[in-house]
């Protein structure tokens, strides 16, 4: 056996890139291990777990290398493959706005050289996506702030900046908008119609607009303000703008405020302005004993004159065995976590969570505990230095395989979200995971959050999971109560 441990100081990629790098040289032949990522927190845990010492001084602007092979000259190749690969990395194409081939390298550089652009998009680190922000707001342009881990206090600045402008901050981690028909960060492919969103949620905004499409509807505009709009400390600024804007929008006839549960006190505000405006607005926010997110797409799609959703189902051919034990959820999109939390905790009681719906509830460090839990691998704690799991799924199917082979497990609730910006391919490495798990698994319970038109494709997507054992449904709800119904005793 063969390795090499590097670290490269001052070095940075960004962690899709990364990702990719990483497959590349795991791909070669001899590799048996590779790490190539930016020494974070959580990937100097996982080189520590590859059974390498963490290098001296090792912080998150540094890049590192581990590799693991079976002799010298696989370890060459993987030498050379990892070169090639991060200098593709770094890009070099022809961007927007470039000269002689050169990319801007400031929002400043792109918006000279593109008078029509009206929005910039920003995705950096997340402790440098204010300078960017600021930018853009002082070139003119609205923003959306697609990176996480940004601290509340920038937020709160370009939110007050933008809105001296009269411009609109999108996020910070804002995963999903819809503008103009044109999807921006993780966006499904929905048909145009009547509704539109204001989004303090990314895969909640997606989940809504999904169902909307499969019930023959569509939407006007998804303006997403990031998760943390409609908290106490940052009093729904970016909402209350989406708001005025759709209200002006004459494509626009019905309104619908999205969000993971907000704080009270600004959920009563954003509901006494939403009175005032000559628009309907219908308020979809999650929490103990509101409604989910499928009874608010039937109440939206009431309102424009569809008919309700129904939930459309997968099922494997076979069924699997009666087990005891607990629900154990793996989710990717925070909103999903959070709707199937709330629907099994008025059933089961407490479900310890990265994400509790009460302090009391959390989950420890390693995120492990007796009983019901369910993990957002969405979180920011979970994507320092690491692609979003809707890209690369690999921590959410390491826990899966434990799952799967615990005799406490009764059963699991996932979620698969399609569209642009995820994954290529998700039920293809989901399915190989549960096939794996043998037929004496838990049952799988699954929501695909997708459209016909998205690129994966929907139903292809689905019947690979439902011959890997897993049912699958459209709708999130309906697949947490039938993951309760199932622990109960009540549904087999």
């Known amino acids: 056996m063969s390795s090499a441990l590097e670290l490269r100081r001052g070095t940075y990629r960004d962690s899709v890139s990364l990702m990719q790098v990483s497959r590349s040289v795991s791909a070669v032949d001899g590799v048996t291990k590779a790490l190539v990522a930016m020494a974070t927190e959580l990937n100097v845990g996982l080189l520590a777990g590859m059974g390498f010492e963490t290098p001296d001084g090792a912080g998150p602007n540094d890049l590192i290398v581990a590799i693991r092979a079976d002799d010298e000259d696989a370890l060459r190749r993987a030498r050379e493959v990892l070169e090639e ?20 390298r400031t929002i400043r550089t792109a918006a000279n050289a593109t008078p029509g652009a009206t929005l910039a998009l920003v995705s950096v680190p997340g402790p440098h996506a204010f300078a960017e922000a600021m930018d853009a707001l002082e070139a003119g342009l609205d923003v959306m702030i697609f990176s996480d881990n940004v601290p509340v206090e920038h937020e709160i600045r370009l939110k007050d900046a933008g809105r001296e402008r009269g411009l609109l901050v999108m996020g910070p981690d804002c995963g999903t908008a819809m503008v103009g028909g044109v999807g921006l960060g993780f966006s499904n492919t929905v048909r145009t119609g009547p509704i539109g969103l204001v989004a303090a949620s990314g895969t909640g905004s997606q989940e809504l ?108 051919e076979r069924t699997p065995a009666a087990r005891t034990g607990a629900l154990r959820g793996l989710f990717c999109g925070g909103t999903l976590c959070d709707e199937a939390m709330i629907i099994a905790a008025d059933r089961l009681g407490p479900i310890a969570s990265n994400i ?87 049952a799988v319970l699954i929501s695909l ?37 199932i622990v109960e005793g009540l549904d087999a």
């Open 85 to 104: 690969a991060l200098v593709l990395s770094t890009g070099g194409g022809t961007g927007i706005g470039s000269a002689a081939g050169v990319p801007p």
């Open 449 to 485: 959050c997708g459209t016909d038109l998205d690129p994966q494709d929907l139903d292809a997507q689905a019947r690979t999971l439902a011959l890997a054992g897993a049912e699958v449904h459209l709708s999130n709800a309906e697949a947490a109560r039938r993951a309760v119904a």
């Open 209 to 316: 607009m999904c169902l909307l499409h499969a019930a023959g509807s569509g939407v006007s505009h998804c303006l997403g303000v990031g998760g943390r709009d409609l908290s106490e400390a940052v009093g729904a600024r970016s909402t209350l703008q989406a708001l005025a804007l759709l209200d002006a929008d004459p494509a626009t006839e019905l309104i619908v405020v999205v969000s993971k549960p907000p704080a009270e006190a600004v959920a009563a505000e954003v509901e006494r302005y939403a009175a005032t405006l000559s628009t309907p607005v219908q308020l979809a926010f999650l929490g103990r004993g509101r409604a989910d997110l499928t009874a608010a797409a039937t109440k939206a799609l009431a309102a424009v004159g569809h008919a309700g959703v129904q939930d459309r189902t997968w099922r494997p």
């Open 356 to 442: 509790p719906l009460q302090a009391d509830w959390a989950l420890p460090a390693d995120l492990r505990a007796a009983g019901h839990l369910m993990i957002d691998f969405g979180d920011d704690g979970l994507t320092a230095g690491r692609p979003h799991p809707m890209i690369d799924p690999s921590l959410r199917l390491e826990r899966l395989a434990e799952e799967l082979a615990s005799p406490e497990t009764a059963v699991l609730l996932l979620d698969v979200v399609l569209g642009h910006g995820a994954h290529a391919d998700p039920a293809a490495e989901l399915a190989e995971v549960l096939r794996a798990a043998g037929p004496d698994a838990p």
